[in-house]
Nanobody, 125 residues
Framework: QVQLVESGGGSVQAGGSLRLSCVASGLPYVRNYMGWFRQVPGKEREGVAVISAGTGSTYYADSVKGRFTISQDHHKTTVTLQMNSLKPEDSAMYYC??????????????????WGQGTQVTVSS
């Protein structure tokens, strides 16, 4: 049984930092992607950053490039999203996602089979 458990959300002022973690169990890592999506009420879920467990390749949304960094641990069971220089527009529910993904479509939530429950990030101005 696959489980993705997120932690690390919270509230911070603009310019601050937060670190999100996602621990995966039961998820095959070969040719597998894990990463983060976010969603605000009334909008579609947006791909933020993902990492290939096999190659370590990373992908980022343009809106977070240079501010967010995704990484994975040695065992490839924990994915971390370091978020720096946070902006109010980064406020959202952040979801960990995983699956056998076509890298060219990393940003498409339909590519991901497994999802965590979400953790809220709120950035105040």
């Amino acid at each position: 049984q696959v489980q993705l458990v997120e932690s690390g959300g919270g509230s911070v002022q603009a310019g601050g930092s937060l670190r999100l973690s996602c621990v995966a169990s039961g998820l095959p890592y070969v040719r597998n992607y894990m990463g983060w999506f976010r969603q605000v009420p009334g909008k579609e879920r947006e791909g933020v950053a993902v990492i290939s467990a096999g190659t370590g390749s990373t992908y980022y949304a343009d809106s977070v490039k240079g501010r967010f960094t995704i990484s994975q641990d040695h065992h490839k069971t924990t994915v971390t999203l370091q978020m720096n220089s946070l902006k109010p527009e980064d406020s959202a529910m952040y979801y960990c996602a995983g699956g056998m993904v076509n890298g060219a479509a990393w940003y498409d939530e339909r590519e991901y089979r497994y999802w965590g429950q979400g953790t809220q990030v709120t950035v105040s101005s």
